[in-house]
DNA sequence: GGTGTTGTTGAATGATCGTTCAAGATTATA
DNA sequence: TATAATCTTGAACGATCATTCAACAACACC
């Protein structure tokens, strides 16, 4: 019997997540939301409960993407092949709403600790960091990897490499492609001799 | 004739400083301002002018230091030890505001194009790098480094390590140090052969 | 000790913050 | 077509935002 709502809740959340991506957790707010959302308050809250809770389900989505992104990837190319195509890939983008990780980005203005967006963003790099692990083990199986060495700790340098790449990338006059060339090099040191 | 300030100065812009390094641009308020600093709002638009000047006296402050600090460093240990040393040096400061630099934290807030703050922070990143540029460069003079290997190159992805490493130094279960010592035998791989 | 200059105070400004809620609009079922 | 359930609207809330300013306090010089 009842009315149904005249918006797609997944497209907007998409729209919230490249909001938020962009302008940061503080640096959004409710105006620039009901604008971006074309919703009124009460509708914004019916369907979301609060700021904070689509900042978390536009996390999630965010996250999501990230994940499926890189098992794509390493379903068409194998494991060592993805892990060296993938800096490329993420700075090659142009039409994301920012070049640096919102992971990363929510981590360092909540703080990773003090702030339930903070954890949920920790938790999520984490997350990623042990895919990262699995496809260095993966690629050690495939012999495109030393196999004395520790995919655990690989995939923790490959993780920093990737976020400073990001945050490289939103600065002015780095030519971010060509970094993410280096990066994808430096992998090659890894193959067995 | 004048009545003289009861304040140090220098000693406001430290302050200021560690709460904007903190906290970030929008994170902090005129009443966190109020409360650290001491001042009552009139005090501190006739010493400042307005938040986003503080801030970037603050930023100026902690560029210089950053600058002062590899200067010594460098002056110390050489150039290529120095470059050694400092990843672990920077993660190492546990009374720090944050981990992560605020340069960094800048841009990633306020848009390196868009605001006037992420503009100067830009360009203080890109001072540090051309500091990074001249290290490598004397290092290569001093045999330490392979000469044929370029040090704007180099200079352009220690940036970038560094910046990854105190992103990943903000995350929890990171270990920040081991990360930094990864980065450092990185560059032993850069020694002529 | 008065005078002039500057620093400090704290209330007040208008704007914007995130959020609430009563009233009206819409639609599937009875 | 009446009813019930849900969605949407938009005004209003108290809190906080960065900033201003008139009144007061303090100190160097005559």
């Known amino acids: 019997m009842p009315r149904q709502p005249n918006h797609d809740r997944d497209a907007l959340i998409d729209r919230a997540r490249d909001l938020f991506w962009r302008q940061g957790w ?51 190319k194998g494991p060592f092949a993805a892990l060296r195509a993938y800096p490329a890939l993420v700075v090659a983008c142009d039409t994301a709403p920012a070049s640096a990780c919102m992971l990363a980005k929510t981590v ?20 990623m960091e042990s895919r990262f692990r699995d496809l260095f083990a993966a690629a050690q199986d495939a012999g495109d990897v030393d196999p004395t060495l520790d995919p655990a700790r690989l995939a923790r340098r490959y993780q920093s490499d990737l976020l400073g790449l990001r945050v490289s990338a939103e600065r002015r006059d780095v030519d971010a492609a060509a970094l993410a060339e280096d990066i994808a090099l430096g992998l090659d040191l890894l193959r067995p001799r």
């Open 26 to 76: 503080a640096g959004t707010s409710m105006k620039d939301l009901e604008r971006t959302l074309d919703m009124r308050p009460g509708s914004f809250y019916a369907a979301f409960g609060s700021k904070e809770a689509l900042y978390a389900l536009a996390l999630d989505r965010y996250a999501e993407d990230g994940a499926a992104r890189l098992a794509t990837l390493a379903e068409e």
């Open 108 to 127: 360092l203005e909540t703080g990773a600790a003090s702030h339930a967006l903070g954890e949920k963003a920790s938790d999520y790099l984490a997350r």
